[in-house]
Structure formats: structure tokens, C-alpha cells
């Protein structure tokens, strides 16, 4: 920066310090003395925001350096404040001493922590049940959308299917007692009346049926 404002000044005035532009002849120059006079105002303006520029950009380095060397000191600091800070300075013996101890810790608490999550999962461990089928039941020809329990103290389910038809069930014998085939669409649902022998079926042909679900006991359908 110094050595470029030498040469601008070097460039611009005489050994005398005039500008070298004012020292022209008028011979040589055509300017009028008006413009001339001009011209060394506004380089005059040009020459001292230069000067306050360089004198901006010393400032602004200064802070930098001061700002880098607190910088330095600060991260030496907290480097050896760390407790994982090793002194490479010291002999290495203690350095290998600090080292083993630290990993050593490391590894027990490690271990430490693996029992008790070990022991933590198995209290949560849920216990053991063994299911098997009990009874089947098997009459209809597509897939079964629904199945529904029938009022209390009737051993009966009832299903819906895809194959157009509802059918009611007895439990205990696992056998087809009743079969409704008045839809002309997949049946989706089916529901029993709480305390009456009568079903409500809701098919895909866009129609919902109540009809009477009393059943023969005595002959169950197969």
C-alpha cells in the first residue's frame, strides 16, 4: 500500500511537491486555466480520501492482528483446561499413564451400562401364549367383509360375504343354521337386534335388507 501511494505521488508531482500537470506551459497545454483549476481541486479530494483510506485499512489490520493473537490465546487455554488435553511437552510415560486411565473408564462404564439395559429389556420381555385353532367355519364361496355376534344367550354369529349372501351360525356346532340371498351385491355388513330374531345386511348394491334370523335348531345347514 505504501509503495503504491509513492508511485502515485512519484506520477503526479515534481520535486517541488507542485503538480506536475499545473507545471505544463501553456504552450503545451490547451486546458483553460478555469479547468486547470479544477482539476487540482478534485485530485486534492481524490489524494486525501486516499489518505483516509490507507489510514482505514492500518486501523482495521491492527484490530485483525490483536483480534487473532487474543484468539490464540484463548483456544491455548481452553485446550489445556480440557481434560482430555494431553501435554506433549511432559514426558511420555505420564502422557501414556493419563491415556490408559481415561480408556480404561471409558470401557467399565461401557460394560456398566450394557448389564443394565440387558436387564432393563428382559423385565419387559411379554409372556407366552400358545393359540390353536378351535373351530372352523366354512360354507361361503368368497371372501367373509364381516362377522357379528348375535344377542346374548344366543350361541350365534352371523357373516357377510362376497359371494351375495349372509349367513347366521351356531357356535358350538360350527354349522350354517340360516343363509339370506336377497342381495345382488357383495353383503359388507351385518348386525343382529339387541332383544328380536332379526338381522340388518348393507350390500354393494346399494341396498341395506332387515330380515328375520330365526333359526331351526334342530337342523343345522351344511
Known sequence: MKSSKRRLQALTESSDGMPNYLKMEDSESSIPPVFRSRLHELFSQIEKEFDLLYTENLNLQEKIDILSEKLERESYIGDRQNPDYVDFDASGKNSKVKLTQSNSQKVKASHKLRVQT?????????????????????????????????????????????????????????????????????????????????????????????????????????
Open 118 to 222: 440387558s436387564k432393563i429389556v428382559s423385565s419387559f420381555k411379554a409372556p407366552t401364549y400358545n393359540c390353536q385353532l378351535v373351530r372352523e367355519f366354512t360354507a361361503h364361496k368368497d371372501g367373509i367383509w364381516d362377522v357379528s355376534s348375535a344377542r346374548p344367550g344366543q350361541a350365534l354369529i352371523g357373516t357377510a360375504s362376497a359371494d351375495h349372501t349372509a349367513s347366521v351360525w351356531s357356535v358350538e356346532w360350527g354349522k350354517c343354521l340360516l343363509q339370506y340371498t336377497g342381495h345382488t351385491g357383495s353383503v359388507n355388513s351385518i348386525r343382529f337386534h339387541p332383544s328380536r330374531d332379526i338381522a340388518l345386511t348393507s350390500s354393494g348394491d346399494t341396498t341395506a335388507h332387515i330380515w328375520q334370523a330365526a333359526v331351526n335348531w334342530d337342523l343345522p345347514v351344511s
